[in-house]
């Protein structure tokens, strides 16, 4: 990706040394599904799916069996005796049975949409500690890089200020800038120490992958509207919707009998076998019912319309910084070239020109590179950034 962003000497030296400090025979791939399983076990997550519990519904039948055992013997003489054994079966209507399908089909999908989102968390996680620690090493060889350069040049400096040609100005110049690289190169030791250690609580490891930049993707708009969190929201109003249905008393279970009765009377015994079917007949969805789903419909619907939103300006966000990044990337680029010319026509001049400017170009080019390596390594992590927003995982 930042092939395309020509490099001048300095900053392929940085470049090299940053690929050779992060080059190891392990994928991102894999440091990622490490983590994940890792994270599993923090986290708990149940590896049971809802599945399980939603086939326990699945069945025809909606409770136990009963046994009715009933004797009507009669109080007067030559009158009959009644005796009748059944047993009951509650079981689920056919429009029962259908909701059952859709609880099953609301249960995968929240499942899945479930691990999506577990993923996409382990993704960021990885994510922010794989920058955090790659761009705190790009400092710190950034400045390593321009240690290098100024004890090369310290010693010239030291020899032009004993001989006069070096004013007192620009020499105590000097001597700010060392003391300044001092603390600033201190500072980046100390980021990288604590990015590092952050990557090992993280991953588990110090390894760092062989492959760390991404591509941006492509159809960002598409991968958002599919975004896991959108995904559970819009699950969440179709459960809320199908328990308003199931409250429908219509809903509840038949009850299906098997008798046998016996009448015994004076003129002999008469044996009778028969079935029952008790259905439930509806009498409309409670009010009550009905004030509580639209209460809860309406918080869902805010609920997702507010989280879309605030997906979709962090999308903007992300994609702006890329493209800021892309073109800072081309303009640092032509201010280091512009930068060599500007120090050799000085070089040039030396004699001409207060050593003052000639120090200070010396100076502001050094720090335009650092500023060029720097934003190449923050512009692959502006990538990594937006295809984390729209919901890609790793």
């Not at 009963?66 to 056919?94: C, M």
């Not at 930049?213 to 159809?219: K, V």
């Amino acid at each position: 990706m930042l092939s395309r962003f020509p490099s001048v000497l300095f900053s392929a030296c940085l470049l090299l040394l940053f690929l050779t400090g992060v080059s190891q025979a392990t994928s991102l791939s894999v440091l990622y599904d490490n983590t994940t399983q890792r994270l599993k076990r923090v986290y708990d997550v149940n590896p049971e799916k809802l599945q399980n519990n939603a086939d326990a519904i699945n069945h025809w039948l909606q409770g136990p069996a009963s046994l009715q055992l009933i004797a009507l013997p009669s109080q007067e003489q030559g009158g009959t005796d009644e005796f009748e054994v059944g047993v009951f079966l509650p079981f689920r209507s056919l429009a029962a049975r259908e909701l059952d399908n859709q609880q099953l089909a609301l249960t995968e999908a929240f499942d899945i949409a479930r691990d999506k989102r577990f993923s996409l968390m382990t993704s960021g996680l990885v994510r922010e500690a794989l920058w955090r620690r790659l761009v705190a090493r790009a400092q710190v060889d950034g400045l390593q890089a321009k240690q290098v350069w100024i004890e090369s040049l310290d010693t010239l400096i030291l020899q032009l200020q004993k001989t006069g040609e070096l004013d007192q100005a620009a020499f105590l110049r000097w001597q700010q800038e060392k003391l300044t690289q001092q603390l600033a190169l201190r500072k980046a030791h100390i980021s990288l120490e604590r990015a590092q250690l952050h990557y090992r609580r993280v991953m588990g490891t110090d390894e760092l992958p062989e492959q760390t930049t991404e591509a941006l993707s492509d159809r960002l708009d598409e991968k958002l509207q599919a975004h896991p969190e959108l995904k559970l929201l819009l699950i969440s109003q179709s459960q809320l919707d199908l328990n308003l249905t199931q409250s429908d008393q219509s809903l509840s279970p038949w009850t299906l009998g098997l008798i046998a009765r016996q009448l015994r009377g004076p003129t002999g015994s008469e044996n009778l076998v028969g079935v029952s079917i008790n259905i439930p007949l509806s009498d409309g969805t409670p009010v009550s019912n009905y004030a509580s789903w639209k209460e809860a419909h309406n918080t869902l619907n805010h609920a997702l319309a507010e989280t879309y939103t605030t997906l979709q300006l962090q999308l903007s966000e992300a994609l702006q910084e890329v493209d800021y990044l892309s073109e800072a990337l081309l303009v640092l680029e032509q201010q280091v070239n512009l930068g060599e010319e500007i120090t050799a026509l000085y070089q040039k001049q030396k004699d001409a020109l207060p050593k003052t400017f000639w120090l200070e170009q010396l100076i502001a080019q050094q720090d335009l590179k650092l500023d060029f390596a720097m934003y190449k390594v923050r512009y692959a992590e502006a990538i990594s950034k937006v295809n984390q927003v729209a919901g890609v995982t790793l």
